[in-house]
């Protein structure tokens, strides 16, 4: 499955991502709780490449500590 059509999915769920240009910094990536605003996790990447592979990690993250999101949970378990 293609990042876009993972990000397209979760409009059900209860998480989002904003992904901020910092110029020649790289690029913020953000995992936020849509209800909550609240952040859950945020990092940074240089190349526009490496954010499909860092939201992924995060889910993986937030999947592993306890969070509830079916989109978190199919990052990790793929083939069930």
Same mark, same amino acid.
């Given at each position: 499955m293609k990042l876009r059509e993972l990000l397209e999915k979760k409009n059900a769920e209860y998480l989002d991502t904003n992904v901020t240009n910092m110029g020649k910094h790289g690029y913020g990536i953000q995992l936020i709780? /849509? /209800?909550? $605003?609240k952040v859950w996790d945020e990092t940074k990447v240089k190349t526009k490449k490496d954010?499909?592979?860092a939201i992924k990690d995060m889910m993986r993250n937030h999947d592993k500590? #306890? #969070?509830t999101? $079916?989109?978190a949970d199919k990052s990790r378990h793929r083939n069930k």
């Open positions: 709780d /849509k /209800k909550t $605003k954010i499909g592979p500590l #306890g #969070g999101s $079916k989109m």
